[in-house]
C-alpha cells in the first residue's frame, strides 16, 4: 500500500515537472508567424539635401535636407485658428496659420537668418525628397528650387518691370504631414504608390522668392533676403545671387470644410503695413476653401475665395474668373484647383492654352480630401511636391527603381515642368501675357 502510494506520487509529480517545463517553453518563444510579419524599420537620412556639388570651400550656409520623418502619427495639438471660421473671418484665420507657421522660424533679431526647420525648438518641420533632380532642382545654399518664370508685368506694372524674372521656392511640412511623406517614402529606393490621406491639422508652408531687383519690383523694397545658388556658380557667400521674399502659400488640413477638407492661403509682402519686421508685412493677398464650380470670368460669383482688399494694389492679376492665386502663379488656375490634382499617375495641372470656359470647369471642381482628380489615379491628397517627388524619382529610375508599377514610359525630361502643364516655357509666357493684356483691357473700361 505504501509502496504503490509513493510510486502514485512520484508519477503526479514528474507529470506536473513535465507541463510546467512545456508552459515555461512556450511563454519564452515568440510565435514564428508573428515576427515575420513585424514591419521593417523605415530608412531614414539618405536623400540628397540639393543637386548641387559643394564647394571644398564654402564657408557660407548651407541647406541640409529634413528628413528624419516621424515614425509614429504625432499627437494632436490645440491649433489657433482651429476658433476661426474661415468664411466669416478669413484674415484672422489666414493671420494665425501664418503665425503658427513663423514660431521658432524667424529670429526677430536677424529677420534675414535662413531657416533652419529641423532646428526649430517650437515644432519640428520637413522636406519632402527628390526635389534635388533635374536642372530646376534645390540649389545647395538655402535650398530653392526654381518656379514659374514672371513675364513682364506680371509682378507689377510694366514699366517698371519690363524684364522676365526667375522665382524660387522652399516648402515644408508640420509633423503630422512628415509622418505621410515617411511612409511614402519608408524605402527610399521603392517608395508607395498607394493613395494617401494627411490627416487633420496637416500643415504645409512654401517661401517663394524672387530673383527680380527693386528697379523692376519697387514694392519688394525692404523685404526678406537670402542668398541662392541660383546660377549654379556660387563659390562664397559673397558672389551668392540674393533673392527676395515676395509670397508665401500655405495650407492646412481643416475637415470643418465639407467642400474640399483642405483651406489654402497665399500671402504677399506689402511695407505699407508698417512693421520693422519684414515677415510681419507679410500680409494676406486671400483666403481659399474651394473652388466655386461652374463660376467663369462671365457667369457666376466667386463665393469660395476671399481676396484681401488691403493687398489688392499689390496684385496684378489673381486667378481665373478671381479665385485666389499669388502674384507668382498662374492667373489661369487657382491654389485649390492646381493642388487638386496631384497624385499619381500624373495629370494636367492646369487646363490647356486657348481652352474655352467650358473646357476649363472640369479643373475647378470641389474635389473633397483624399479622392483623386481623375479617375485613374490614386490621390496625393493635394500634396504636389509628394507627386514630384515620385515623378522624379521615375525620371531617375526609368526601369521603375524596382517598382514593377513605376516601369513604363519615361517621364517629361525637365521636372518640374515651367508651367506645370506641360507646354514649353515659350508657350505658357504667351498665355499669360494674353490674360495679363485681357485684365488690362477690363481694367481700362471699369475706369
Sequence with gaps: MTKSLTFCLSLLLAISAFELSNTRAVTVKAPPAAAANAPAPCTLGTFKSSRDTVPANWNGPKFQLSQTYPQTLPPAETLPWATIDFKTNPKAYALALRDYV??????????????VVQNNTVRKWYHAPWMDFGSNGREFISGLTRELTSVAGQLAPNPPQSQQV????VGFYNARGGFIFGKVWCNPTNPSLSGVTFPEGTVSGKLLFTAAPVTQVPFLAGTVQWKANIKRNATSIQNAPTVRLLQIDLAVRDSRNTATGWVFATLIYDST?????PWENMQPVGLMWGNDPGVTPTSGTIQQS???PATKHLMQHYGWAERLNGPVDNPMSSCLSCHATAGWPTTAMVPPSNATSAQRLPWFVNTPAAQPFKPNQVSHDYSLQLTFG???FKTANPGGGGHMLMAGPAAPAHLPVVNRAGESEAAYQKEVLRELAKRRRRARNYQ
Excluded: C, M, T, Y
Excluded at 513663423?102 to 531657416?115: L, V
Excluded at 503695413?273 to 519686421?277: F, I
Design 102 to 115: 513663423f514660431q521658432g522660424n524667424i529670429d526677430p533679431a536677424n529677420p534675414n537668418k535662413p531657416w
Design 166 to 169: 526667375q522665382n524660387w521656392a
Design 273 to 277: 503695413n508698417g512693421s520693422s519686421n
Design 306 to 308: 476671399w481676396l484681401n
Design 390 to 392: 515620385i515623378r522624379q
